[in-house]
């Protein structure tokens, strides 16, 4: 480059504080397209400038490649398919080169596309109530909400050729502090605690007036309980998101998903995590799915249809299938509000949910058992790709686009490639993805993601396994609230898969509303991964309480985290001879197992052992965890008492 050119360094946040802060799915979706949609403006705004002086558009945007990106082409008009996933990430690299104050124009072109949405959710659903203060915390939120920065500079090249611009944004942040004014007053947000609700009132001394402007947002005609529940209190931009999909088409030009997709209608995580058992309904339909859908019409006394997009999964549209996912769980109707269910004394409250339990439990025994209670949330990301961008950008720039098309066909709502089941797909962009799965698919989708983000690179010209993948899956109860099982996801990947055991590696957690009840991680390569799902698919070989046994009466013995500091931690701790033959004596006293051969035995206990030592890896090198892990164990019971059937491929190598 000559001295003349400029290069752009472009970010959009706040990130997480956008997307994780989410109640519902619709939510999460709507926070990962809309941030996607904005930034996409932010490129589009660029190669718009570049075209009109006469440059060549293909060379703008250095990083990510998004001329062929079906969000961006939307974007600038060019609609050949109705993009519904965000694909574009919220940072990118470009050659602002003749450009005049290409990072002024870049946050224009982001805040124009954003006013454009607040104001459409504003004079729709909020103006109709709204009052001065109303007014003017709308505007205070929608207009200091955005942490946009960008550097720009000449480029600069090291000794070995390779450029330096890596790390301006980065270094732009330690300086930088996004700073959005004083503190909000008054009552905060029930989704984002840090921003004030919208009506104004407080709880104390106008707790009557602020019940009354909630009441009148909720009984407007084009508002729905699955908008705004009953007694939730919202500040600006989560309303922003709750209401962008009714309004999405007339905003960005173009229906998301088209007639493939639902935008308004996501599945609940209820929904999700009884896909299993919905599959098999499926396929045994009769009159007691029926007068189940008739018992829901006649003893509740509010709109008993879901939020299941069936159109993801293959299911049936109507009916028993487009039930509320809290209708398919016995826990779920025990918590159903008893002022949504029909009668008008508490006794004929419970009666009607009494005469649900009874249709819901005519239907499981008609399908051979119930739903599971879990749905797993999956994130995957690219290990040190931004340290990275600099050494060959060009087969960076190509893995990922080739990584971002490969994921959209693994989640096809279509079916076309057999994957009905595999979850819902919320964003993939870069190297980022982010699903919501049922327990049954998930570790095959991280395997699979991971196995396509490798041949993506490979097939850019990389060697090899130079290009690694780390995920996290966190397996939730679906009554725990979604947001904190977002922030333990990113935890788990972050702090755990990443930093703690060296990237390359997967981390599993289980999470009931108490918290996390135990974990497990590991490096990909091996066995550990493989043999966690062989014998979460195969239990035969073990009896239910063998893990259990294992744990209790040997955890305190061989963890770690049970000596003081001023104790000695016992050799044997870590003493994977001793913790063998430990397993090998544990596994012998099982009555099934006497008449098994030494060989078969020998496997068994192999596998077990592969599951308590977990791979890590430490400067560079694979080594399996001196610790014992007990909690992979307990996971591998977890997995198979939650699977419907054998459904977990990985441990056979299936990708």
Not at 189 to 204: K, P, V, Y
Not at 363 to 389: C, H, K, N, T, W
């Amino acid at each position: 480059m000559t001295s003349t050119e400029q290069i752009l360094h472009f970010s959009l946040g706040p990130v997480q504080g956008f997307i994780a802060d989410a109640r519902r799915t619709r939510d999460l979706w709507a926070g990962s397209f809309l941030l996607s949609w904005l930034s996409g403006h932010a490129m589009a705004a660029l190669v718009d400038e570049a075209e009109r002086i006469g440059r060549d558009p293909s060379g703008v945007v250095i990083f990510p490649d998004v001329l062929p990106d079906a969000m961006f082409r939307a974007i600038r008009g060019h609609i050949e398919e109705f993009p519904y996933i965000g694909s574009l990430p919220n940072r990118f690299k470009a050659d602002a080169t003749g450009i005049n104050n290409p990072g002024a124009m870049c946050r224009n072109a982001v805040l124009r596309a954003w006013a454009n949405v607040e104001s459409e959710v504003y004079s729709q659903f909020i103006e109709p109530v709204a009052n001065d203060t109303t007014r003017k915390i709308w505007a205070r939120q929608c207009a200091t909400f955005w942490d946009i920065s960008w550097v720009q500079g000449a480029p600069e090249i090291d000794g070995e050729g390779k450029p330096l611009d890596g790390v301006w944004l980065d270094q732009r942040k330690n300086w930088h502090t996004h700073f959005s004014g004083q503190a909000e007053p008054g009552d905060l947000c029930h989704q984002m605690g840090n921003l004030q609700e919208i009506s104004g009132f407080s709880r104390l001394g106008e707790k009557s007036k602020q019940t009354e402007f909630w009441d009148r947002l909720t009984a407007l005609r084009n508002v729905s309980p699955l908008d705004v529940r009953a007694g939730e209190r919202l500040c600006a931009i989560t309303l922003v998101k709750r209401f962008f999909p009714l309004i999405a088409e007339n905003v960005i030009g173009w229906e998301p998903g088209g007639q493939a997709v639902d935008v308004v209608h996501w599945p609940s995580v209820s929904y999700i995590a009884a896909l299993p058992w919905l599959k098999e309904a499926d396929g045994l339909r009769n009159k007691d799915q029926s007068a189940y859908w008739r018992d829901a019409q006649n003893n509740l006394a509010v709109n008993t249809m879901g939020e299941a997009a069936s159109k993801l999964f293959g299911l049936p549209g109507n009916g028993f299938f487009k039930l509320d996912g809290h209708l398919f769980h016995k826990d779920g109707i025990r918590a159903w509000p008893e002022k949504e269910l029909s009668g008008q004394t508490p006794v004929e409250c419970e009666a009607a949910r009494e005469r649900l339990l009874i249709g819901l439990a005519d239907v499981q025994r008609e399908i051979g058992g119930a739903p599971s209670e879990f749905y797993a949330v999956l994130i995957m990301d690219g290990d040190s790709i931004g340290a990275r961008i600099g050494e060959v950008p060009e087969q960076i720039k190509t893995g990922l686009a080739n990584f971002t098309d490969q994921v959209r066909q693994h989640f096809d709502p279509s079916g076309r490639d057999g994957n009905k089941s595999l979850g819902v797909l919320l964003y993939a962009g870069g190297d980022d993805v982010l699903a919501l799965t049922p327990v049954d698919t998930a570790i095959d989708a991280a395997q699979s993601l991971r196995q396509k983000y490798s041949t993506a690179f490979v097939d850019a010209g990389a060697q090899a396994g130079s290009f690694t993948m780390s995920g996290a899956i966190v397996y939730a109860q679906y009554k725990v609230p979604l947001q904190a099982v977002l922030k333990k996801a990113h935890h788990y990947l972050d702090a755990i898969a990443k930093d703690r055991n060296g990237r390359d590696s997967l981390a599993i957690a289980v999470m009931k509303p108490g918290g996390i009840t135990f974990d497990w991680v590991s490096c990909w390569d091996g066995d550990p991964v493989s043999e966690l799902c062989s014998v979460a698919r195969d239990r035969s070989s073990f009896s239910g309480s063998l893990f259990h046994n294992l744990r209790s009466r040997y955890a305190a013995l061989f963890q770690t985290e049970e000596y003081t500091d001023r104790e000695i931690e016992p050799a044997f701790v870590k003493d994977g001879h001793l913790m063998a033959a430990i397993v090998r004596a544990e596994y012998l006293r099982q009555g099934n197992v006497r008449r098994e051969s030494d060989s078969d035995v020998d496997k068994s206990v192999a596998s077990l052992m592969a599951i308590g030592q977990p791979l890590k890896r430490k400067a560079n090198a694979i080594q399996k965890e001196q610790q014992f892990s007990f909690d992979g164990l307990l996971l591998a019971s977890f997995l198979s008492g939650e699977l419907m059937g054998n459904r977990l491929k990985g441990a056979s190598g299936e990708q």
